[in-house]
């Protein structure tokens, strides 16, 4: 059987995670239509009968690193490749130009000797595009697929050409006592994270970059409900204000969105007491 590690790099809002979560048939990572959504590497385990893939999300490539969070994030992709790594994803979004950004994330993944694929993504949509550019990379790449991450299409494909790539092996990682899919993370930091995904949704320029959430609490009350406490961080009062929003607004809508989701991810009714605290330091601890 074959087994191995997959890591998934790009610039941000490729759609990594997109195809992490449909490739699991499962949702293991928040995604967002704003860039540097991903904030830490994230494993998740495939299987099927021709072996075990871990595959390794990793936060977009920014080009201009400017804040102190980018700062912290943007080294993570290249922390993840410089472990061993089987295969290489490198994913492009042909309805983007290939800019600066783009020769950026090129140059970190030209560096790394495994094999590599190139995989064309969002291939749903016509118009803008750009894949001439891209197709210009090719030559340098093991395998060029295009797909649709968000469509499913083609995924089969670059499944064969991944097991096809990976090295004969044993399963790195026994899943038997897992919660499937073997995330690497706690599951207070994923529900916490599918708060952070609905405050991405919800709130506007500079805001989602200045939140975090924190999963508090997880009671099971006694009817099989689940309590969930838990806390938005922000920086500043300013942004505590629009994240409240007038009247509650958009807290409320931030909350009924996250109950609805967290009630899916955990198939239980979901009780959901979610506060906006400000503090300044959140950032250290991503
Ligand atoms: N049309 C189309 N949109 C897609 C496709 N794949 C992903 N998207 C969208 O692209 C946006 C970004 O997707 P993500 O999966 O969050 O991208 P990412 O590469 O993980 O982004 P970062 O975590 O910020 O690096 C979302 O709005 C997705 O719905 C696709 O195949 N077609
Ligand atoms: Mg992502």
Same mark, same amino acid.
């Given at each position: ?8 790099? @790009? ?20 995604? +967002? ?21 871990? $595959?390794?999300? #990793? ?33 492009? *979004?042909?309805?983007?130009? =290939?800019?600066? !950004? ?26 803008? #595009? ?5 197709? &210009?990379?090719?030559? !340098? ?6 797909? +649709? %991450? ?21 399963? /790195? ?16 930091? $994923? ?6 995904? =609905?405050? $991405?949704? &919800? ?9 975090? %959430?924190?999963? *508090?609490?997880?009671?099971?009350? @006694? +009817? ?10 922000? #920086? ?15 807290? =409320?809508?931030?909350? /009924? ?7 899916? %991810? ?21």
């Amino acid at each position: 059987m074959k087994s191995g590690i997959v890591c998934l790099v @790009g610039r941000p809002n490729v759609g990594k995670s997109t195809l992490l979560n449909n490739i699991l048939g499962q949702k293991v990572a928040i995604t +967002s239509p704003k860039p540097q959504t991903t904030r830490v590497n994230l494993e998740a385990v495939y299987e099927d009968d021709r072996g075990q893939i871990v $595959f390794v999300d #990793t936060p977009g490539i920014f080009g201009k690193v400017v804040d102190s969070l980018s700062k912290r994030i943007n080294p993570r992709a290249e922390q993840a490749l410089s472990r061993h790594v089987d295969v290489v994803i490198y994913m492009v *979004d042909h309805t983007r130009e =290939k800019d600066f !950004e783009e020769n950026k994330a090129i140059g970190i993944v030209r560096k790394i000797k495994a094999p590599k694929i190139l995989v064309i993504n969002k291939s749903d949509v016509r118009t803008p #595009t750009y894949i001439v550019q891209y197709k &210009f990379l090719e030559e !340098e790449f093991d395998r060029t697929i295009e797909i +649709s %991450a968000l469509h499913r299409k083609n995924l089969n494909t670059l499944l064969e050409a991944i097991f096809e790539l990976l090295p004969e092996g044993k399963p /790195m990682v026994d899943t038997k006592d897992m919660v499937q899919p073997g995330l690497n993370i706690e599951s207070k930091t $994923f529900l916490a994270e599918i708060i952070r995904e =609905k405050a $991405f949704l &919800f709130l506007r320029r500079e805001v989602p970059y200045r939140v975090t %959430a924190i999963v *508090d609490e997880v009671v099971e009350r @006694g +009817s099989g409900a689940l309590y969930i406490k838990a806390r938005i961080l922000t #920086t500043e009062d300013r942004y505590k204000a629009m994240i409240i929003g007038a009247g509650g607004v958009m807290i =409320k809508e931030i909350s /009924m969105a996250s109950r609805k989701e967290l009630e899916t %991810a955990t198939s239980k009714k979901v009780f959901l007491d979610l506060t906006v605290e400000t503090n300044e330091h959140w950032m250290d601890f991503v």
